[in-house]
């Protein structure tokens, strides 16, 4: 949450220094002034280009983790029994889940469950 609000003032700071303009100078003034600003934005395009690698790098690692296959326990008070599952950690919910094979479990609020890597 924080890095989403410090996102959103850096693009606010970006816009406000890219939009205003500066007045009328003589023309030694505006040579530096036309050198400060094409360094801005070259900055602002680094760091746009910085932020979206950032984000593609969180997207690819995000749907990594989820692709992981882990091992699924599935203990059952009731029956006294127990099962195991191989499921993508992106297919597990809170009363379901759906193995790699596409079976659909449902669990009932007795079911214990133990979730362990897959070597």
């Given at each position: 949450?924080?890095?989403?609000?410090?996102?959103?003032?850096?693009?606010?700071?970006?816009?406000?220094?890219y939009?205003?303009?500066?007045?009328?100078?003589?023309?030694?003034?505006?040579?530096?002034?036309?050198?400060?600003s094409?360094?801005l934005?070259?900055?602002?395009?680094?760091?746009?280009?910085?932020?979206m690698?950032?984000?593609?790098?969180?997207w690819?690692?995000?749907?990594?983790?989820?692709?992981?296959?882990?091992?699924?326990?599935?203990?059952?008070?009731?029956?006294?029994?127990?099962?195991?599952?191989?499921?993508?950690?992106?297919?597990?919910?809170?009363?379901?889940?759906?193995?790699?094979?596409?079976?659909?479990?449902?669990?009932?609020?007795?079911?214990?469950?133990?979730?362990?890597?897959?070597?």
């Amino acid at each position: 949450m924080l890095t989403k609000i410090l996102i959103t003032a850096l693009v606010i700071v970006g816009a406000f220094f890219y939009l205003r303009k500066p007045a009328r100078l003589p023309a030694q003034t505006e040579i530096e002034a036309e050198g400060k600003s094409i360094m801005l934005r070259y900055i602002f395009m680094g760091l746009i280009a910085v932020s979206m690698l950032g984000s593609t790098g969180y997207w690819y690692w995000n749907w990594q983790d989820g692709n992981q296959v882990v091992t699924v326990t599935i203990v059952s008070p009731i029956k006294d029994s127990t099962s195991v599952y191989h499921v993508r950690k992106k297919d597990i919910f809170n009363n379901k889940l759906t193995t790699v094979e596409g079976i659909h479990i449902r669990l009932s609020d007795q079911d214990r469950v133990i979730i362990a890597n897959s070597m």
